[in-house]
């Protein structure tokens, strides 16, 4: 997780999974819009978190679209991570709330967040270095075969599987046997992106993917990010990066001091007025929604 945020909170207990009958349903909200193609897949109004008397996150709005890249951009303390883990079922916000699919739902835990095909994509990736690719691309969601007490894990269904869903990502690996942590940051940033889509992720969360990659390296990450968004996942990608960015977003949503400091739309913006915007020069707040 980036370290922009200075803020540690207690991640909640496991939650139920999605066939649990305690898992959160959507909570009545008022009058919901007429067509779901017209309505954003994840929403999140008005937004609070503090700790104790530090406000880390005030009044943030946003809107993430299936099929889109919405870039969450901020220094250092903007609020980065504090947003991500609202988002992701880590803390539960101060205020506001946050709307799936028009319905207003309540995570208790990342585990519920998952639940509902909300997945985030940490720095430290949650990939086992000695274990193979194929290995850790079916972790958490083996193939078994069998029943009840000869029931066992099927690692020809599972090398085919890994093989199939990474080349459907155009990512194309000479040995699936061999260990992840022989791979390159990109390769590894890539295989839990295709992790995350083939387990049902609807809306990806990626924190600062190329923060600690060289150009090659975060080019490739940017080019799988276009990649998730063109299966039809709705991406939301963090990053303190403009360029980086620019490159594989269509909404910039800019964040300082925990509040939202503007949202512009491709090809309304550059480079240069984004880290001005991060900046905070001017100390404007901007519109939060549309």
């Not at 919901?32 to 008005?46: D, F, K, Q």
């Not at 992701?88 to 095909?117: K, M, N, T």
């Not at 925990?258 to 880290?275: F, I, N, P, S, Y």
């Amino acid at each position: 997780m980036n370290g922009g945020d200075s803020h540690h909170g207690r991640a909640h207990g496991p939650g139920p999974g999605p066939d649990d009958s305690r898992a959160p349903g959507p909570v009545p909200s008022g009058a919901r819009p007429e067509s779901s193609a017209a309505r954003p897949l994840l929403a999140a109004e008005s937004l609070s978190r503090r700790f104790g008397g530090v406000v880390a996150l005030e009044d943030v709005s946003l809107e993430v679209r299936t099929g889109a890249v919405t870039c969450v951009l901020g220094d250092n303390g903007a609020g980065k991570s504090t947003l991500i883990r609202i988002l992701s079922g880590v803390y539960p916000p101060s205020g506001g709330r946050i709307l799936l699919e028009g319905g207003e739902v309540r995570f208790r835990s990342p585990r519920e967040a998952r639940a509902y095909g909300i997945a985030t994509v940490h720095q430290n990736l949650g990939v086992i270095p000695l274990m193979s690719v194929w290995r850790n691309f079916v972790l958490g969601a083996e193939p078994t075969r069998g029943w009840g007490p000869t029931r066992r894990l099927d690692r020809k269904a599972a090398r085919r599987t890994a093989a199939d869903e990474l080349a459907r990502m155009g990512i194309h690996l000479r040995d699936m046997e061999q260990p992840v942590g022989v791979l390159s940051g990109g390769e590894r940033q890539s295989l839990a992106i295709a992790r995350a889509l083939h387990q049902g992720a609807r809306v990806l969360i990626l924190d600062e993917p190329t923060a600690a990659l060289g150009v090659r390296q975060s080019e490739l990450v940017l080019e799988h990010v276009g990649r998730a968004r063109d299966r039809g996942a709705a991406v939301i990608l963090i990053t303190h990066n403009p360029a980086h960015a620019l490159r594989a977003g269509d909404r910039f949503v800019v964040l300082t001091r925990g509040r939202v400091a503007a949202l512009r739309e491709r090809g309304r913006t550059d480079e240069g007025e984004l880290k001005e915007l991060m900046g905070g020069v001017g100390g404007r707040v901007e519109t939060q929604k549309g």
